[in-house]
Nanobody, 121 residues
Framework: QVQLQESGPGLVKPSQTLSLTCTVS??????????WNWIRQSPGKGLEWIGYITYIGTTYYSPSLKSRTSIARDTSKNQFTLQLSSVTPEDTAVYFC?????????????WGQGTQVTVSS
């Protein structure tokens, strides 16, 4: 059974870079044909998809966040990471890592419990 666990700082200062790690257990992140996503939910807003990295390491980002986003992976640790640069208080949210079976969020079949990130000085 796949399990995903987010980790990282809960507080980030404005203009700095938010860095989160998702540790996956139960399946290799290189296994066919999974996509490993980052999603967030801001207070009072719906879920916002940030981007993904695929089982072969290709990435795709939300156009609205693309200029500030980088997703990478460490297959030796079975982890993938999120970096979001130049953060503002609007980036305050609960951040989730999740697995999909395609490039569509509708195929989401597993996700972590989420981690709260607050952007504040």
């Amino acid at each position: 059974q796949v399990q995903l666990q987010e980790s990282g700082p809960g507080l980030v200062k404005p203009s700095q870079t938010l860095s989160l790690t998702c540790t996956v257990s139960g399946v290799s992140i290189s296994a066919n044909y999974y996509y490993w996503n980052w999603i967030r939910q801001s207070p009072g807003k719906g879920l916002e998809w940030i981007g993904y990295i695929t089982y072969i390491g290709t990435t795709y980002y939300s156009p609205s966040l693309k200029s500030r986003t980088s997703i990478a992976r460490d297959t030796s640790k079975n982890q993938f990471t999120l970096q979001l640069s130049s953060v503002t208080p609007e980036d305050t949210a609960v951040y989730f890592c999740a697995r999909t079976t395609s490039g569509y969020v509708e195929t989401l079949d597993a996700w972590g419990q989420g981690t709260q990130v607050t952007v504040s000085s």
